[in-house]
């Protein structure tokens, strides 16, 4: 695989406790990379073995061509930014940014040189003199961006770094973060469990379950196309069904449920069932130009949630299945529907997305993840 970072064939066990399975990954230059999913998943020990402060029990990993699976970190062009931030509290911004640059003997032109670089980079122009505690959270966040920038690393490591950050303050720094790496060209890998926080700032997405990676591609690849059903039910709200397949029309598979009611699907499945996955939005209270070959099925609402920009309706199924649907709060809604009352959904039928329970890896020219196999969780404190 030619990238600026690649994984081959890495494993990472402690003892007998296997964290990262013979994972591949291919990280292009200049990309927003994220590595996205729950605790205990790996991606923290992978972020860990790019860095070097974990040796991969099997695999490479190699960096701009050059071989660094045994490579030191401090010999490594990456730097890393955590969560917790290690400002030194007693110094300046200005400060804090020339540290590591001082310690590596810099000249004092390039220092202030690359240090003024990298505090327009973060936009902390007039902040210089400032120390730690009279800055914002925000503001301490870009400070340690700064200060890992301004050695001008080939690849950024970000481990949860908005995590300690409020719910408002972090939408808000997602988008600095996006925009600071645009600006920068530089390569960020970013780990996270926060599906919103990945889809919003990623190039693409490597969603990772119990060591192994289920699916790698871009946001809308991920969230409209699952893979597998973990990645499915892990990336936003989605309602998978099992769908018995009782006859096929246009290219289409149909399960019968009822006098006048279907779920559709396309595919050329000829198997006697197959899983789909429905997103929320996509289902319609009305079958406004959904055209014939679409899903009608009735049900009764369980649950009823305003949520602000949308009312979410839980409707239970005669198949035994629970549905999710978000219907907009804009002024042409009609009557909120009611607990107790019968309803009757419709989408259309590319919308019921076939699940095809094998991992793939959306990006030219490269190899399948390998499936999944049993694991245990990590020994770390992946988060």
Known sequence: MDGHIVLAGVTKAFGENV????????????????????????????????AGFEVPTEGT???????????????????????????FPHMTVQDNIEFGLRIKKVKRNEVRERTAEAI??????????????????GQQQRVALARALVNRPAALLL?????????????????????IQVRTGTTF?????????ALTMSDRIAVMNNGIIEQCAGPREIYEHPSTAFVAGFIGTSNLVNLRIDRMVDGCVVMDVAEGQRIVARSSQTS???????????????????????STVGGRISDVVYLGSMTQIIVDLATGDRLTVHRLNDEMATTDPKVGDTITLHWAAENSFVIKGVPTISNEGETPA??????????DTDA
């Not at 399975?21 to 927003?32: A, K, P, Q, S, Y």
């Not at 973060?122 to 800055?135: D, I, M, N, T, Y």
């Not at 770094?161 to 997602?174: S, Y």
């Open 272 to 294: 006697d069932s197959i899983q789909i996955t429905v997103r929320p939005e996509k289902i319609q209270l009305r079958p406004d130009g959904l055209g014939e070959n679409a």
């Open 19 to 50: 964290v990262v399975d013979n994972i591949d990954l291919n990280i292009r230059e200049g990309e927003f990379f994220s590595m996205l999913g729950p605790s205990g998943c790996g991606k923290t020990t992978t972020l860990r073995m790019i």
């Open 120 to 137: 327009a980079s973060v936009q902390l122009e007039g902040f210089e003199a400032r120390k730690p505690a009279q800055l914002s959270g």
């Open 61 to 87: 990993v190699t960096l701009a061509g050059t071989d660094v699976t045994r490579v030191p970190p401090a010999k490594r062009n990456v730097n890393m930014v955590f969560q917790a931030y290690a400002l």
């Open 370 to 379: 390998p499936s999944a196999s049993e694991n245990h969780n990590e020994g």
């Open 159 to 179: 481990d949860e770094p908005l995590g300690a950050l409020d719910m408002k303050l972090r939408k808000e720094m997602q988008l600095e973060l996006k925009e």
């Open 189 to 197: 890998i970013y780990v996270t469990h926060d599906q919103e926080e």
